[in-house]
């Protein structure tokens, strides 16, 4: 291999992915709002991995909290995995249009996926799990603290790395023959293994039992952190390279699906029967012909399902996935849910239709996905979940609802508030800037969790008449603040700033 | 047509505002059925941005614009109605098919038996071969040749075109240059709007010049034909 020209283009590419860098926080809008988020993430993060270490705990939950550590640790390279095959290599850091005039290498761009990597809420919240856990089972021993929690940074570096190689590996292999057909029957296959060691307790010993569960005893004080940091490090930089020439290999091949699906014909159907009916129609086909999108929607509606196939849920627990599923999917498109049509807007908004139709019509198609997406996840999460008490029932259909309601109406807003011109062909793409993309999922997070923890609570305590009122004011409420979107979408000068913004 | 008295397109003293930045400062335009206006103008002189209002999808920050009568910020589904506009981008939902584009403006413009004059113009505009394929993957010659014909299907009284000779091929220019004489032979107005000069001229009667968000000269059509045509313009441009 040639040792020089390998370094000389790595060398380069940190180079050149400072200058995208520096590129996009020139393009932040409000540069005030994103230094506070950016001090708020830093603190914390930092907050997590220290302040647990000081707060009072009962020995028993720092046995239950230790045990837990190998399923975290594992939890992360899960998520970084399961994130990079699904956004097709991770995040990009110049869009691909924008991308295309400038000599940006392949491994620029895995390095720009790793940076962005942790700009993620489903990143950062297992990430500070880890950390607070790890604080709380090492305890207020500085020295050990510090030791531990350096294992846990370079455990999660690599996680994210061994994402970003098994991302782009993906990527090249559905990029090649039969691509797709290869990628879904080796996703296959994964779900059968997690739903066998799921049900064979020994497979589930077995699956732990490697560095997860070694690093695991490290963090615990039960081995020698130094030689963690010996290990990991050296590993964290053979996954950055291997990630490298992974990303070449895939940059080789065209993007198969997305030419695939650009240049596929559909059949004509026969009119439709009303106006409404005619957008419905239009919005739906932008939705499902869109490769990230349907394939972001399947991921989600399903895999918190399998995991429940696996690993049994009560219906006590089922009642928070509607949530997670909901605010994944609304974070597909539906934060931007303009951008859809891209330039298309502009000849959509010269339709001789009114404007509550037009809306109608994308939220209805919107909060049909969302509906959807929960429904599926909570019927797998309830084949195994055995007969639920009445109060429980209500509270899961209640939650379904409700978080539909939410961030429907938390779409709408942000669409409407701050639209951004992105081209959603590529799976890479997100519908907003990552740090706002943060924003809008750690705000979606914390409305849903805690709407399906109240309503959790109340089932729990056999009070399905206060499960149906706290919803109906939640449903309530976002009705309300979704009819204020319908007066501003109302206003042709707010439409006209959404249309020119999103078609720019 | 609508049966209103006075010019199709009336446009006085129009102006547009993107914040701090006056797009459009005092546009004065008139178009009378059956005749055909070009607009010429360097880049950002508020030939785009006045068509846009024109189309209904800008409201104006000032002065007047009527299509047909119809005020474009008090009636403005009544101006969609009349209108045929083709955007200066893009101007396609990547995800649909021709058809689907035809269909969805046949439905809400309540356009009858549309489907032979569709089949009839995608021969014309050589996209009868892809009329079922999504538009994600058309050429930009191939878009704008799409979006000239969307904006001619419900045969408008008021014909908007931006750009639509930019990047499109011989038989392009000539299926648009066919779509304008059969608008103006029905007695609908057209506005284009263009860099191409010449084909400006060969499209229109009567050329209107934009310089800095304002009208500086109208002028038949002859007047910038040619090298002196250019010279003049040039002129105008300065």
Redesign the interface.
């Known amino acids: 291999m040639p040792t020089a020209r390998s370094w000389t283009e790595w060398r380069d590419a940190v180079a050149d992915l400072g200058h995208l860098l520096r590129f996009r926080a020139a393009t932040v809008r409000r540069r005030r709002t994103t230094a506070v988020a950016g001090a708020v993430l830093l603190a914390l993060t930092a907050g997590s991995a220290v302040v647990p270490a000081w707060v009072d705990r009962a020995p028993e939950e720092v046995d239950r909290v230790a045990g837990l550590l190998p399923a975290y640790l594992l939890a992360l390279v899960a998520l970084s995995v399961t994130t990079a095959v699904a956004s097709g290599g991770g995040r990009e850091v110049l869009a691909r249009d924008a991308a295309a005039v400038h000599p940006v290498s392949p491994l620029t761009d895995h390095l720009g996926a790793l940076v962005l990597a942790p700009l993620s809420a489903a990143w950062l919240l297992q990430t500070w799990f880890l950390l607070g856990a790890v604080a709380l089972v090492v305890g207020p021993h500085p020295g050990r603290l510090a030791a531990a929690q350096s294992v846990a940074l370079l455990w999660v570096a690599c996680a994210t790395a061994c994402g970003q190689v098994v991302g782009w590996l993906g990527e090249w292999l559905r990029r090649g023959p039969r691509g797709v057909l290869v990628v879904r029957s080796l996703i296959g296959a994964v779900l059968l293994v997690v739903g066998a060691v799921g049900l064979l307790p020994d497979l589930r010993t077995g699956l732990v039992a490697g560095p997860a569960r070694w690093t695991a005893e490290v963090l615990r004080g039960d081995g020698p952190a130094a030689l963690a940091v010996v290990l990991l490090a050296p590993a964290l930089a053979v996954l950055v390279v291997a990630g490298g020439y992974a990303a070449r290999l895939a940059a080789r091949r065209v993007p198969r699906d997305e030419?695939r699906?650009?240049?596929?014909?559909?059949?004509?159907r026969p009119?439709?029967a009303s106006?409404l009916a005619?957008?419905v129609?239009?919005d739906r086909?932008?939705i499902w012909?869109?490769v990230p999108v349907r394939r972001g929607t399947v991921f989600l509606a399903l895999a918190p399902g399998v995991v429940a196939l696996a690993y049994p849920l009560t219906w006590n627990t089922l009642v928070i996935l509607p949530g997670l599923v909901v605010s994944g999917c609304v974070l597909l498109f539906g934060v931007n849910v303009w951008a859809l049509?891209?330039?298309?807007l502009?000849?959509?908004?010269?339709?001789?239709?009114?404007p509550d139709v037009t809306l109608l019509a994308r939220g209805w198609v919107l909060a049909e996905l969302l509906l959807g997406a929960g429904l599926v996840t909570v019927v797998l999460g309830a084949v195994r979940a055995g007969l639920p008490a009445g109060a429980e029932l209500v509270a899961v259909g209640a939650a379904l609802v409700v978080v539909t309601g939410q961030a429907l109406s938390g779409g709408l807003r942000w669409s409407m508030g701050s639209p951004y011109a992105v081209d959603l062909?590529s799976a890479r793409a997100t519908p907003a800037p990552p740090l706002v993309m943060v924003g809008y999922s750690t705000r979606l997070a914390l409305a849903t969790t805690a709407t399906s923890l109240l309503l959790a609570a109340f089932a729990e305590a056999g009070r399905p008449d206060r499960v149906l009122v706290a919803a109906a004011v939640l449903l309530a409420w976002s009705a309300v603040r979704i009819a204020g979107v319908r007066r501003r979408w109302r206003d042709?000068?707010q439409r006209?700033r959404v249309?020119?913004t999103v078609?720019a | 047509m609508t049966g209103e008295e006075g010019p199709a397109v009336e446009v006085v003293g129009l102006r547009v505002e993107f914040g701090a930045v006056e797009a459009v400062a005092g546009v004065d335009l008139r178009v009378e059925a059956g005749h055909a206006v070009a607009l010429l103008g360097r880049n950002g002189a508020g030939k785009s941005t006045t068509m846009r209002v024109l189309a209904g999808v800008v409201p104006p920050n000032g002065g007047l614009a009527r299509v047909c009568g119809h005020d474009v910020l008090r009636d403005p589904i009544a101006v969609r109605r009349l209108v045929g506009y083709c955007p200066d981008v893009g101007g396609l939902v990547p995800r649909a098919t021709p058809w689907e584009h035809l269909q969805l403006s046949a439905r809400l413009r309540r356009l009858d038996h549309w489907e032979p004059r569709a089949r009839d113009l995608l021969e014309r505009f050589e996209l009868a071969d892809v009329a079922h394929r999504v538009t994600a993957g058309f050429s930009h010659g191939m878009s704008r040749r799409l979006s000239v014909l969307l904006a001619a299907l419900h045969e408008p009284a008021v014909l908007l075109l931006d750009e639509p000779f930019d990047g499109v091929d011989p038989v392009g220019v000539e299926a648009t240059m066919e779509i304008v004489d059969d608008a103006r032979a029905r007695g609908a107005a057209v506005l284009v709007s263009t860099h191409l000069r010449d084909l400006a001229v060969r499209a229109c009667g009567e050329v209107t010049v934009l310089r800095g968000g304002a009208r500086v000269a109208t002028v038949p059509a002859a007047a910038m034909a040619g090298e002196e045509g250019a010279r003049a313009y040039r002129a105008l441009l300065d």
């Open positions: 030419s699906l650009e240049s596929r014909s559909y059949p004509a009119s439709a106006d005619a957008l129609r239009t086909g932008s012909r869109s049509d891209g330039r298309g502009l000849w959509r908004e010269t339709l001789p239709v009114s062909r042709p000068v006209a249309v020119a078609t």
